[in-house]
């Protein structure tokens, strides 16, 4: 079962993942809970059925539905909805904590499904590590013992695990706190154990199951940095789930917005902002401040011999509130350069445009290119 939404392929050539190259591919998987949940699926009649009708004819709840996509190497791939939208079950499907109950899963080409229980616990433990929300930390355990622990499960001597435990420990921030007990440390704190647990055993995907929302939000934030740093330090893949609209535009390079167990829409935080791909999601994004999220690309148009030459530069990637200062500040219309090519300009009243949303340029690279 391939049926791609119109979504998914409209943006298939999203302009911020990083590789191309599959990590997880994912295709028609569905997760089914209920009696003989295997028949949904295979029936045409029972798959197209809205939840509530579903549940009353067959006594199931279809928590994924059909959803293809690929994560894609070094990206963080963003898994956002409301609150029983799938996520979670999505998330575990992909190394059958939960048993998914049809289409394929692959990691860099392998089956995931045809994977018996070794290889199975191998990629748990070596391959997608997963950071939940209740950090899961042994309480009687300190701290370096915590981060060890995956370590110790792989059978790595102590000398060795403690070396590396140290180092990740290190990394995320709570060097001085080796000897302490998880509950002698703040919520953020833990998680901070619960992240250098993951990245102790170097996997090459890490899973986050809404790791933050329990913590306040100052302390949010300032674990939301440390993701974003460590991704930019390491290029690590990451899936990361959400219900935060706001910390999926920080994180994702691409967002999957799911809705009653269907991919509404799959793109860049851009592309998911500035061309919703229906009313749900238009409302979902209404609030979103659009300068801080769109690109220039977005405002930018052919420019004249004239203003190819002057104005202040951006980058491509720069944001339209950027441009807006950068234009206000010089009273210029300002370039957009690429690898010193002027790509094109930026004015004031495109600029305004944007974030009135009325602009009706479609986001993406489609007026790149315009020198
Ligand atoms: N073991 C189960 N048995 C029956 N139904 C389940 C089971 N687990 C999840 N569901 C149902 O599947 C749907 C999706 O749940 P899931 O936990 O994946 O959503 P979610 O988007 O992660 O929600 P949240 O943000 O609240 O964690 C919900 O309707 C939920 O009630």
Same mark, same amino acid.
């Not at 298939?12 to 191309?20: F, H, I, V, Y």
């Not at 929300?133 to 355990?141: C, K």
């Not at 209404?286 to 401040?289: G, S």
């Given at each position: 079962m391939s049926t791609t939404i119109s979504a998914q392929e409209a943006t +298939?050539? *999203? #302009?911020?993942?990083?590789? #191309?190259?599959?990590?997880f591919s994912v295709d028609g998987l569905w997760k089914v809970f209920g009696p003989? +949940?295997?028949r949904v699926p295979a029936d045409p009649e029972l798959a197209a059925l809205p939840a509530a009708e579903l549940r009353s004819r067959t006594?199931? #709840? $279809?928590?994924?539905? /059909?959803v293809s996509f690929d994560v894609r190497k070094g990206e963080v791939f963003v898994v956002m909805g409301l609150s029983g939208s799938g996520k979670s079950t999505l998330v575990r499907c992909l190394t059958r904590l939960i048993e998914p109950t049809a289409g394929t899963i692959a990691i860099d080409g392998e089956d995931v499904r045809a994977m018996d229980r070794a290889r199975l616990r191998e990629l748990r433990r070596h391959r997608a590590a997963m950071v939940f !929300?209740?950090? *899961?930390?042994?309480?009687?355990?300190s701290v370096l013992d915590n981060v060890a622990y995956g370590l110790e499960v792989q059978g790595v001597p102590r000398r060795e695990r403690r070396a590396k435990a140290q180092e990740v420990v290190a990394k995320v921030g709570l060097?001085?706190?080796? !000897?302490? =007990? %998880?509950? !002698?440390?703040s919520g953020g704190q833990q998680q901070r154990v619960g992240l250098a647990r993951a990245l102790a055993v170097d996997p090459e995907v890490l899973l986050f /199951?809404?790791?933050? @929302? $329990?913590? /306040?939000p100052m302390i949010r934030r300032d674990m939301q940095e440390e993701v974003i740093r460590l991704h930019e330090e390491e290029g690590r893949t990451m899936v990361f789930i959400t219900h935060d609209l706001n910390e999926a535009l920080r994180l994702g390079d691409r967002i999957a917005l799911m809705r009653d167990g269907r991919i509404v829409q799959l793109g860049t935080p851009e592309e998911i902002v500035g @061309? %919703? +791909?229906d009313d749900y999601v238009r409302e979902f994004v =209404? /609030?979103? %401040?659009r300068e801080q999220v769109m690109t220039v690309r977005r405002a930018m148009r052919a420019a004249s011999a004239q203003e190819a030459g002057e104005g202040p530069a951006l980058s491509p990637e720069a944001t339209v509130s950027q441009a807006i200062e950068a234009v206000a500040r010089s009273g210029q219309t300002a370039r957009v350069v690429d690898q010193g090519r002027c790509l094109g300009v930026v004015d004031s009243d495109a600029l305004l445009e944007v974030v009135a949303g009325t602009d009706t340029r479609s986001a993406g690279p489609a007026r790149e290119e315009v020198a």
């Open positions: +298939a050539e *999203g #302009t911020g993942a990083r590789g #191309t190259e599959p990590v003989k +949940a295997d006594g199931c #709840t $279809a928590a994924v539905r /059909d !929300q209740h950090f *899961g930390l042994l309480p009687h355990r060097e001085g706190m080796e !000897q302490r =007990r %998880p509950g !002698q440390l /199951d809404e790791p933050f @929302s $329990a913590l /306040d @061309s %919703p +791909a =209404r /609030d979103v %401040p």
